[in-house]
């Protein structure tokens, strides 16, 4: 009967400390994408630009989410999940009280900052919870399991925010979401564990030392693969960083016509297709021994897809729901960049190596959505709506071509991306 118990305790709690890890991803991922469904409420109450607007939810957000990457893969290693997933939650929720509480747009974009310092131990954390209690053959699986709560999270965000907006204003909105992250910090703290008892040899019984660390760093940086894998990441995560996270609803609104509740539940589609569609590419992946076709069968049919979204001027609602929906199933394909980087390097450096991959990709959340912002105000006709600006079809068709252009440019890259076979490094 004992034995049956750790049988079970040795099956289920893994799963357990490695979901808590994703459940926290899923939380920085609702505090990430909120402005989306909030943007004529914070462009009329802070009197924002595109530009500007793009710079307070996107680039705020982004600058410390990148800028610790690196840093945050390093002391992965070095001090393991529990204390940083802990400290992280608590800053985002720190960052979403900030955001909130304050009518001045210097102490929002602290609190933005805030929320992206901390939501950059969620991945990365998440995915060294996975290396360290799950078998290192399901890492591209896992991945796509923890990327599909992530997803959730931002489906969550898109309608029950949306709905809670319109009930409640967006400012009691994000205290609500800051409660939830002061809960989930105690939560983390209590069941997070860092070392996997089940595995007597596992390296997670071995700490490395700070010079290993920094070896490892620079073996990492060394590598043009991982590089290159960052950077088409970076492209094909466009498709949320620049449109699902901010621009998206925006655009169905202005551009489509659809009212404020459709453009949400719509938008919400392409997180939806991401939630299945990357735990199935990684099932899909694990299950013909490749990495690289995949993403490139994903990005070029997820290409058609937006450029149908784009360019069709007349696509009725029904089709515009399942075209969001291929669009996040294909292009959730990229998450097996990081199974490649994963592959490509030892499990003493995972978490500097996924952090490596995250920065690269999540570079463009810096750079697109301000991009983006620019083009539109460029191409802006002067209509406003409540003191926030309405941009045209044609202003956000040019501005939103960025997507399209840099899937391609991620299509070329990607045939000079090593194929890995699904083999693990093998330690020297």
Not at 252 to 259: M, T, V
Not at 272 to 300: E, K, N, V, Y
Not at 306 to 313: C, E, Q, R
Not at 397 to 407: F, T, Y
Request: aromatic letters at 14%; one cysteine or more; a positive charge.
């Amino acid at each position: 009967m004992e034995s049956e118990k750790i049988i079970s305790k040795k099956m289920i709690w893994p799963w357990v400390i490695v979901g808590l890890g994703a459940i926290f991803y899923c939380y920085e991922y609702l505090l990430r994408i909120s402005p989306s469904v909030m943007t004529e409420e914070l462009m009329s109450f802070y009197h924002l630009t595109g530009t500007e607007f793009g710079n307070l939810s996107g680039s705020f957000y982004y600058y410390s989410y990148v800028v610790m990457q690196i840093l945050v893969g390093l002391l992965m290693d070095r001090f393991g999940p529990r204390r940083l997933l802990t400290v992280a939650c608590l800053l985002c929720a720190l960052g979403a009280y900030l955001f909130a509480c304050s009518n001045s747009l210097f102490i929002a974009m602290i609190g933005r900052f805030l929320i992206g310092f901390g939501s950059a131990f969620a991945f990365v954390g998440a995915a060294k919870l996975a290396t360290i209690w799950l078998p290192p053959e399901r890492f591209a699986l896992v991945s796509g399991i923890i990327f599909c709560l992530g997803m959730s999270g931002a489906m969550f965000g898109d309608i029950v925010m949306d709905m809670t907006v319109t009930a409640v204003g967006w400012q009691w909105t994000i205290f609500g979401a800051a409660a939830v992250g002061v809960f989930l910090t105690a939560i983390i703290w209590m069941i997070v564990r860092d070392v996997n008892p089940y595995h007597k040899d596992h390296y997670s019984h071995h700490t490395p030392t700070l010079r290993n660390v920094l070896s490892g760093l620079k073996q990492a940086l060394k590598n043009p693969q991982i590089w290159l894998c960052g950077i088409v990441g970076c492209f094909f995560y466009l498709f949320l960083s620049a449109f699902g996270e901010l621009w998206g609803p925006a655009y169905l609104e202005q551009a489509r016509g659809i009212s404020n509740l459709n453009s949400a539940s719509a938008n919400s589609m392409i997180f939806l297709g991401c939630a299945i569609g990357a735990p199935t590419w990684g099932w899909f992946s694990d299950l013909i021994q490749r990495r690289r076709l995949p993403i490139m069968l994903g990005a070029m049919t997820s290409l058609v897809v937006i450029s149908i979204l784009l360019y069709v001027s007349v696509i009725s609602l029904s089709m515009i729901y399942g075209l969001l929906f291929l669009f996040g199933f294909l292009a959730s394909s990229q998450i097996l960049v990081f199974a490649i980087g994963r592959e490509l390097t030892s499990i003493k450096i995972s978490g500097t190596t996924i952090g490596l991959l995250n920065m690269l990709i999540m570079m463009g959340g810096i750079i697109f959505p301000q991009l983006i912002g620019k083009l539109l105000d460029i191409f802006w006709n002067g209509q406003m709506v409540h003191g926030a600006r309405v941009y045209s079809e044609h202003a956000y068709r040019v501005a939103l071509s960025v997507i399209p252009v840099c899937i391609l440019l991620g299509i070329g890259m990607t045939f000079f991306m090593r194929e890995t076979f699904c083999k693990l490094y093998l330690e020297e």
